[in-house]
């Protein structure tokens, strides 16, 4: 299986500061044959589910807020928040589609400074 | 967009089988739109795919589970189904059913049941 880990495991942000969090592969999730990275992100807020936030390592998904961003490639692969609200508060996960089985990193803790 | 809606009991002994179920509206699990997943998370923890089924009928399991899972679909009731045997306490987690697109991201979730193994 391909292991996805993140860093840091829990992170404290000033709102209105960028948030940076980090995901690391075991392998490269770049498809040479379609020059896609096969990432994805998700928030996950106490008592609900995962949203989707951004897939092929860096489209935002639908209705998702613009100070949201992806970016990296092969083994490397950042999410960013430009400027932290209260509502972002929430576990960032890293998904893997590049092989089944899908695997996720293991969160990543966002809180407020 | 497709909603899902997770049911089934919140307490399973141990050595017997979880079975749960989701309900799809606003899509057809007879549509070959996505793979019809189950993915669960330990309170706590992360997050593990078990696997799917597709419109077809077929299924993927992750290979870690695959000897104890079993996901069907039901057309005539638009749902799908697992069922997890021999269940010990470290099976104890919320259980979500989602989407995958063919692609493989999930991009609808429903809001997730508690299933608690003990005797």
């Known amino acids: 299986d391909i292991v996805m880990t993140q860093s840091p495991d829990s992170l404290a942000v000033s709102l209105g500061e960028r948030a940076t969090i980090n995901c690391k592969s075991s392998q490269s999730l770049l498809y040479s044959s379609n020059n896609k990275n096969y990432v994805a992100w998700y928030q996950q807020k106490p008592g609900q589910p995962p949203n989707l936030l951004i897939y092929?390592?860096?489209t935002r998904a639908s209705g998702v807020p613009d100070r949201f961003s992806g970016s990296g490639s092969e083994t490397d692969f950042t999410l960013t928040i430009s400027s932290l609200q209260a509502e972002d508060v929430a576990v960032y996960y890293c998904?893997?589609?590049?092989?089944?089985?899908?695997?996720f990193g293991q969160g990543t803790k966002l809180e407020i400074k | 967009q497709v909603q899902l809606q997770e049911s089934g009991p919140g307490l399973v002994k141990p050595s017997e089988t979880l079975s749960l179920t989701c309900t799809v509206s606003?899509?057809?699990?007879?549509?070959?739109?996505?793979?019809w997943s189950w993915i669960r998370q330990p309170p706590g923890k992360g997050l593990e795919w078990f696997g799917f089924v597709y419109y077809s009928g077929s299924a993927n399991y992750n290979p870690s589970l695959k000897s104890r899972v079993t996901i069907s679909l039901d057309t005539s009731k638009n749902q799908f189904s697992l069922k997890l045997s021999s269940v010990t306490a470290a099976d104890t987690a919320v259980y979500y059913c989602?989407?995958?697109?063919?692609?493989?991201?999930?991009?609808?979730w429903g809001q997730g049941t508690l299933v608690t193994v003990s005797s």
């Open positions: 998904q893997q589609y590049y092989n089944t089985p899908p695997t």
């Open positions: 606003g899509g057809s699990v007879s549509s070959g739109d996505y793979h």
């Open positions: 989602a989407t995958r697109v063919l692609s493989g991201w999930f991009g609808s």
């Open positions: 092929w390592a860096s």
